[in-house]
């Protein structure tokens, strides 16, 4: 995945700026672990003109290999090193809230991603049936720039700017892992854009249907899924059936159309459709042919491009075939 840095810093930027994360030239400690999110927080919001030092809290779980994800920090960051006492219980919640103990009395930041937020809105859905996600800035002051930024996208702006990072071969055993290696992958067979909608929800975001019933002019068209379409046309509002190639044969609603002409489609009707060739508006062929106002919207056209070239039942065209 390749990425522009000066883009990803730009959304950044626009993130730090809408919810005031960061006061401009202001000093901010990064919280770095080695991975690809907290080496991306870092150069980032140093390209950004910010004055940035880093910490790296060490908690010893991993033996050599904790050891040497410090001195990674160390070197490649100038991180200051503190090596944290394992609490009794070592949960993630603990451990989370031991490294949060640490450089109180500065601003503070954290790589968390728009990843880390789809797999947070997910377990409190599962864990507690509330979709709250991930805080921009939470109670202790503690920021988030990276939350617009996806994990997959850090690893690529690593490696534009040639800035290495380490891998946490722990990370498949947590809960955020299970959600990531086997519950996600599951979702996304479910829904292309699953992992998005659960971003939506976590910012509060409007649905797009709902911004389309929201607004009050002009007119808008939204894809719904499972072949639907919800419509706006001004102060109306419907739905139809999503457009679908005419490839051989296709059914609509009570209709069997047919043809084998390439670049054919098969939707419904819209204001000011007209006949291809012919100044004449597929409104006024309903008007015509006596069909009521309340069939007009599921009518079939067949169309290529903008232009209607057929309506099924009423005009017909060579190569084409209707019947209900």
Known sequence: MGVDPAKIRGRVERQIREHGLIDP????TAMVSGGADSSCLWHVLRELGYRVSALHVNHGLRGAESEADASFCREAFGAEVV????????????????????????????????????ETVLYRLVASGTATGIKPKREDG??????TVWREETEA???AVGLEFRLDSSNRETRRGLIR??????????????????????????SRLEELLAATTGSRRVDLGDGLTAVREYDRVWLEQTPVALEGRVRWGE????????????????????????RKKIQDVFVDAKIPRSEREAWPLVVRGREVVAVPGIVDAPGIRAER
């Open 255 to 278: 209709w069997t159309i047919e043809s084998e002409l390439a670049g054919l489609k098969v939707r419904s009707w819209r204001p000011g459709d007209r006949l291809a060739g012919r």
């Open 83 to 118: 090596d944290a006492p394992v609490p009794e219980r070592p949960t993630e919640d603990a451990l989370r809230d031991l490294r949060y103990s640490f450089a109180t009395d500065r601003l503070r930041a954290t790589g968390h991603t728009a990843s880390d937020q789809v």
């Open 157 to 159: 702006y690593c490696e």
């Open 142 to 147: 503690v920021v988030r720039p990276l939350l």
């Open 25 to 28: 030239a202001a000093e901010v």
């Open 181 to 206: 290696e086997e519950i996600l992958p599951l979702l996304r067979r479910l829904h292309p854009g699953a992992e998005q909608n659960l971003l939506r929800l976590a910012e509060g975001r409007p």
